[in-house]
């Protein structure tokens, strides 16, 4: 993840010119209600000075940043550049997840109706979730290469966390005592997700860019569930109906970064700004002085 914001960065800053135009230039209009709180490098964030000017490390002009920015590295984007950057939204909406299991089980009975009984541990969570009739797939070292199908009968009441399922067992080769495994999939009940593509992970942060006003993202810190088909639960830190960003997030990500303290994208402090001081008048040069050296 730290290479791939980086190579972003590098893109940002590649580009500034013409991205000037599309997120950080958009300042000049979008940002007059924002002063200006100081001036910093693309290239070395931590170069800060109170006027324009030249970074003093690598030489690139000083972009402003406001307070705003500082403290939450908030982004904004035109509205010409949401489809050049590929930025697109959608709302954080109540979905049906689904939950994987993988459950190991032993054979309890093999009954002469080719079927046998077997009872699978799990979380007690999940077999309380366990709906009567959810599909299940068995395999047994014992019976390589073979898959047999079966169904959940229902949570056995005197074993917390233990399903009792019944497969398929034509040919009897599920034997009592045989070590299986179990896997099926719950339907859980409705929950906030959002696209897995819409987080970002800084260190052990896990952040969303929502969009707060037109044009105006937020990265905001997210505690996330399980994920299920290419979507990730919402624990926290969001709200039904939030618009988060769910492509072009590598370009916002990088663009705060540049633009803020940090300190949101990294586990590191807030490194000391070097401050560049203002410039100063130089004096008037002084007429050529004749050399004693005879030359």
């Known amino acids: 993840m730290v290479v791939v914001v980086a190579l972003a960065s590098v893109l940002v800053v590649g580009f500034r010119d013409e991205l000037g135009e599309w997120i950080a230039g958009d300042h000049g209009a979008a940002m007059s209600s924002a002063p200006t709180t100081f001036y910093t490098c693309s290239m070395d964030p931590s170069v800060e000075s109170s006027h324009p000017g030249t970074c003093p490390i690598c030489g690139m002009a000083l972009t402003a940043v406001s307070q705003q920015e500082r403290s939450s590295g908030v982004v904004r984007v035109a509205s010409k550049a949401r489809s050049l950057i590929g930025l697109d939204v959608t709302p954080v909406q109540t ?45 047994a070292s014992d019976v390589p290469l073979t898959l047999f ?57 896990r952040l969303v860019f929502v ?48 633009r803020s303290d940090g300190t949101l994208w990294s586990d590191r402090p807030a490194p000391t700004p070097s401050k560049q001081p203002a410039p100063s008048k130089q004096p008037a040069p002084s007429a050529a002085r004749p050399t004693t050296n005879g030359w």
């Open 95 to 139: 979905r049906t997840l689904r939950k994987r299991i993988i459950a190991s089980g032993v054979v309890e009975a093999a009954p002469a109706a080719a079927t046998a009984a077997i009872a699978a541990r799990v979380y007690r969570g999940d077999a309380s979730e366990a709906r009567r009739g959810e599909p299940v797939i068995v395999t």
């Open 149 to 205: 199908t079966g169904t959940v009968v229902e949570p056995v009441a005197d074993a917390p966390g233990t399903l009792r399922v019944v497969v398929d067992n034509p040919e009897q080769q599920l034997r009592p005592g045989m070590l299986v495994e179990v896997k099926l999939e719950i339907e859980l009940a409705p929950r906030l997700a959002v696209p897995a593509s819409a987080v970002l992970y800084a260190g052990k942060r």
């Open 211 to 258: 969009e707060r006003s037109k044009g105006l993202f937020e990265p905001r810190t997210t505690e996330l569930g399980i994920s299920s088909d290419g979507l990730v639960e919402i624990v926290g830190g969001l709200h039904e109906g939030d618009q988060v960003a769910v492509s072009g997030t590598f370009l916002l990500a990088a663009e705060s970064r540049i």
